[in-house]
């Protein structure tokens, strides 16, 4: 069967980054920048076409997929790698919604930056940030999935710190970099240990399923489970930089600083999806190692709540959204911690809308009021904005987990297999997830209260200047609002819709399968945890509703948005920790540049200066002065006889 090339995916994006790009370093010189209507042309037109080709091959994709070797990239000795794309069921989920979500906050960002200086720039930006992560996605090996992930990194590094000239943007940029590397280094390792184990082949996905298809008709999973387990936990720390899991996270809040279109497709659609993607691109090999897969259900559900509390105590909007970001992520990987590969995608899947509507809406609210982003200066604004309110409210619905909204469908079915995931585990962690889920409703509501409700708590001059979003911003806002509502309506179980699921199930199914036929789950009725899911979302709102809609709160002009006091101390508790072992790091170092290596240094030199004192000693001996030597000799001989005389004699 014919297709079109799987490289048209990643095509359009690389052309536009190459045209704005061109475009935007010609212009660099002149004092107007390009027609802003030529450059947000181009901006949404090559993501649009790749969205258009990834929408034509799922609608024609056979059940197994489609496999293209573009050519060979690495040939030598004991290592061959090529350049190749596979497109299945789980790559055409991902690669949907970051072309298409892509597309919308391309579309969302003309009306965002019009008037800034860098427009061509950043949309190059934008454009190269979707190729790398189409390549990422794309990818059939670990080797080139490596160079899409460097990519985006390389990407968030350039838009987070795009108003380059705040310093404090370029400190937050720099954060992102390095500690996204610390993780890298995980991935890299990852990939050694995997070659260790079985050669450059294992490195290719289907090289690897059958690897441990392999290794299970063989019977030897205990001999291969100790260095698996190896692979699997290094692979698992860069998931963790990634996608900003504990100890990692400390990165995305500081990435609020780039312009928020930069935030809703970095949080939303893209990088920080990575490393759940990855998990459930390796399925086949995590569904053997249930010591990392623990360690990954404890990290995700730490994560989760550490990051609901610390939203709960953030003033600026952005900064809000941004710890949610991490609670959401943090499910994501409780659900891939008990193998259920296909509800973690599925949250994934339904968050990119949602979240994305709310980042986009913060953007506009902030657009709206002049660049203020500290809520606690906001209000009222639902009579002013009332598009903007609605699409917030709508997608605060679906992260919150109402009934019938998107997040209500992924979110519960990831609580549901984390219960029936062990007797006595599931529950414990279920339970810290629904509580999670309270604190979410709360801090949202807080949110939309703050931000919508009540009187309006800024100043008079920018209240008279409040004014909706243009029409390029709304329309993208209006559509992710669609996708808040309806996108969780691909797998609703209760009322037969099953797609998503089927569509998993040739990529993940026989891992989850292996994994369940180790470690069965309990039969429990799927009514009961959506009820519990939609008391803790009413619960959550009911306690915001009364504490913050009566709360009477101070917009002080000028004020801060950093957190004080205990709340400071939560905020920033991951931040202290990684100071504190950078200055254990300093210390050792100092301790080594200052002790170890002087006092080496001064026990080679005693050393050395006993020895060439020594050599300086025998060399007198050793001169080319026959007279001398020859005087020696007889010395010698004189001393033997003298000592053979008065010994007694030969005898």
């Not at 454009?127 to 990194?153: H, K, P, R």
């Not at 996708?483 to 819709?497: H, K, N, P, Q």
Request: glycine share 10%.
């Amino acid at each position: 069967m014919t297709h079109l090339p799987l490289w048209f995916i990643p095509l359009f994006p690389l052309i536009g980054t190459i045209l704005l790009g061109t475009i935007a370093v010609v212009s660099s010189g002149a004092k107007k920048g390009p027609s802003e209507g030529l450059v947000g042309t181009l901006a949404v037109l090559f993501p649009a076409l790749s969205f258009a080709v990834v929408a034509i091959l799922a609608c024609s994709m056979p059940e197994a997929g489609f496999r293209e070797t573009l050519c060979n990239w690495i040939d030598i000795p004991l290592f061959r790698a090529d350049i190749g794309f596979l497109f299945d069921g789980l790559s055409r989920i991902m690669l949907l919604f970051v072309t298409g979500i892509g597309s919308l906050i391309a579309m969302y960002s003309i009306g965002y930056m019009h008037g800034d200086r860098g427009f061509a720039r950043f949309f190059a930006y934008i454009n190269l940030f979707l190729f790398s992560m189409v390549v990422l996605v794309l990818a059939d090996s670990l080797l080139l999935t490596f160079l899409g992930w460097e990519g985006v990194g390389l990407c968030s590094y350039l838009l987070i710190g795009f108003w380059n000239q705040d310093l404090k943007n370029c400190k937050a940029a720099n954060k992102a970099f390095i500690v996204n590397r610390v993780g890298d280094i995980g991935f890299l390792l990852g990939m050694l240990t995997l070659v260790t184990i079985g050669g450059s082949s294992l490195l290719n996905y289907d090289g690897l399923a059958a690897f441990i298809n392999m290794v299970i008709g063989a019977g030897e999973v205990v001999e291969l489970v100790l260095p698996l387990s190896l692979a699997g936990l290094l692979f698992f720390i860069g998931c963790t930089g990634k996608s900003a899991q504990i100890p990692l996270l400390t990165w995305l809040p500081d990435a609020m600083a780039g312009p928020t279109p930069v935030s809703a497709l970095i949080h939303a659609a893209t990088m920080v999806t990575s490393g759940v993607y990855l998990l459930a691109r390796l399925s086949m090999m995590f569904c053997l190692l249930e010591h990392v897969l623990l360690i990954i259900v404890f990290v995700g559900m730490f994560t989760a709540l550490w990051a609901a509390i610390a939203g709960l105590l953030q003033n600026d909007i952005k900064k809000v959204l941004a710890y949610s970001t991490i609670s959401q992520l943090g499910y994501m990987f409780m659900a891939a911690g008990v193998c259920a590969f296909d509800a973690s995608i599925f949250h994934v899947f339904t968050h990119a809308f949602f979240k994305a509507a709310l980042f986009l809406g913060a953007g506009a609210v902030i657009h709206s009021l002049a660049g203020e982003q500290d809520m606690r200066r906001m209000g009222g604004l639902i009579n002013k904005t009332p598009v903007t309110a609605c699409v917030m409210i709508f997608a605060f619905l679906a992260i919150v987990g109402f009934p019938g909204f998107a997040g209500f469908w992924s979110k519960d079915l990831i609580l549901e297999r984390i219960f029936v995931s062990g007797p006595i585990l599931g529950p414990i962690v279920y339970v810290v997830g629904l509580a999670t889920a309270v604190i979410t409703a709360v801090y949202m509501g807080r949110l939309i209260i703050m931000t919508f409700f009540g009187k309006y708590r800024g100043d008079k001059e920018t209240e008279e200047h409040i004014h909706e979003a243009p029409a390029v911003m709304l329309f993208p806002m209006v559509i992710l609002a669609f996708g808040a509502i309806f996108s969780g309506y691909l797998w609703a179980d209760s009322i037969g819709l099953t797609f998503f699921r089927d569509s998993m199930a040739s990529v993940v199914g026989h891992a989850q399968a292996l994994y369940l036929a180790a470690n069965p789950a309990a039969h429990v009725n799927p009514v009961i945890f959506a009820a519990l899911g939609t008391l803790a979302a009413l619960g959550g709102m009911y306690i915001a509703w009364k504490v913050f809609s009566r709360a009477r709160i101070i917009g002080v002009k000028g004020a801060s948005t950093v957190p004080e006091g205990s709340a400071a101390s939560w905020t920033f508790l991951w931040d202290y920790i990684h100071c504190a072992f950078i200055a254990g790091v300093n210390i050792l170092a100092w301790f080594c540049d200052v002790v170890v290596e002087k006092v080496l240094q001064a026990i080679q030199w005693t050393i050395a200066a006993i020895v060439e004192i020594l050599g300086d000693g025998a060399s007198i001996l050793q001169v080319r002065k026959v007279r001398l030597q020859l005087s020696f000799s007889v010395a010698g001989v004189a001393l033997l006889v003298m000592l053979v005389i008065f010994s007694g004699g030969l005898v």
